[in-house]
């Protein structure tokens, strides 16, 4: 956490004193994807903006929540699902994902994905797709060929 005023970038994606982090503590429902904290928020400010970057290949997971993304690519190219939709997105594309909606990005476009990501500091626990919702899913033939798990 950082309460410094000037943080320099360093290198290309990376700032000082800002560690690279696991994109999550656990589990194998995502790839070659890593998180920094940006800003932690706090009382005054009750949102942190990360940056999370994805290898040619990755992908974030496939999850939804009640809490709501506000995103900016900010590097290189892929696609993203939200709700229903899959959509190229390249370097300062926004996304919107709203409350309760499924989503997903990838870095499938042959170049490394990289995205800012405001979200509310207090926030529910992520819900990953059961087997029924996955066969929702999957009755779209574009969404099927997208999602990964
Ligand atoms: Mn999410």
């Known amino acids: 956490m950082s309460n410094k005023t000037f943080i320099p970038q360093t290198t ?4 000082e004193d800002i560690p690279v982090l696991a994109y999550k503590e656990t589990g194998t429902h995502f790839s070659k994807i890593t998180r920094q904290v ?6 005054k400010i009750g949102c942190q903006l990360r940056y999370f970057e994805v290898e040619p290949g990755g992908h974030s997971t496939l999850e939804k929540h009640d809490h709501v993304h506000n995103v900016m690519i900010l590097r290189g190219k892929g696609e993203a699902f939200v709700g229903s939709e899959v959509r190229a997105v390249s370097a300062f594309d926004l996304v919107y994902i709203p409350s309760m909606t499924w989503h997903q990005f990838r ?3 042959g170049e490394t994905l990289g995205f800012l990501c405001l979200v509310n500091c207090e926030r529910d626990r992520p819900i ?7 066969a929702a899913l999957q009755a779209h033939a574009r969404v099927a060929g997208f999602i990964r798990v």
Do not use: I, Q, S, V
């Open 38 to 43: 940006l800003f932690e928020g706090g009382e």
């Open 12 to 15: 290309p994606y990376h700032w």
């Open 107 to 109: 870095a499938n476009a």
């Open 128 to 134: 990953l797709p059961t087997a029924e919702d996955l």
